[in-house]
């Protein structure tokens, strides 16, 4: 009889195709996934025995995106994957708790791009069972957008991550990156090696177990 493996840290891998500070926002000090990506929002479970992280990686359809907006590009190489954010979920709440328990993550519509209220992704106010009101937003203002985010029901609470951005995603050579597919996601299990690699870069936003949050200034 094979023994069981005990599961250390468990990695939620998907590539994005967009990266605007709102799915996912790490701003205001902690990381959250509240909108896109349901499957990962409702299912996803947390328990004291191992670390449950979510990791963001690079596509050439959010480069393509972006292109007027990129000044500065970087090229992909071949054998290479290309990191944009990591962040361990330590927590999980409601969306109607979200909207009260987070206010500075309220969204506002500007076109004002230094104000980082632009970017908020708490955007669902819930009114009565099954009742919410979706708040003016510049990113998801649909009635699809609002069906497919509330079947997430939950949002993600993260306080340990490490986020690069589109612009400078962080290189990982292919051989050392946990498995990645082009649509969905995959689970991937005791990748410590590869959690580890990642702390040790300076990401463009970041906050550890400590109070501070660490921002690296534009080059």
Partial sequence: MKKKVQIQ??????RMTHDTGFAPNP????????????????????????????????????????RKENKKTFHAEEGHEYLIYL??????????????EFPEKRA?????????????????EKIDDQV???????SHRSAK??????SGENVLICNEFYY?????????????????INRGYVK????????????????LYSRTRGPLLRVRKHD
Avoid: M
Avoid at 113 to 124: P, S, T
């Fill in 87 to 100: 962040a361990r979920v330590t927590k999980k709440i409601s969306i109607g708790d979200y909207w009260t």
């Fill in 132 to 138: 919410y009101k979706q708040h003016l937003n510049i």
């Fill in 164 to 180: 690069f951005g589109h612009q400078k995603p962080l290189r990982i050579c292919a051989k050392k990156c946990p498995k990645i």
């Fill in 188 to 203: 991937a299990v005791n990748v410590t090696e590869f959690l580890d690699y990642v702390k040790q870069h300076k990401p």
């Fill in 145 to 150: 957008d609002k069906k497919t985010d509330l």
């Fill in 27 to 66: 701003f205001w000090g902690v990381l959250t996934l509240a909108t896109c990506k349901p499957q990962i929002r409702k299912y996803l479970k947390l328990d004291e025995a191992r670390e449950v992280w979510l990791a963001g990686w690079y596509t050439e359809a959010l480069k393509k995106t972006y």
């Fill in 108 to 124: 506002i519509a500007t076109h004002n791009l230094r104000c980082l209220k632009r970017y908020g992704d708490n955007i669902y």
């Fill in 9 to 14: 840290n468990l990695v939620y891998n998907y």
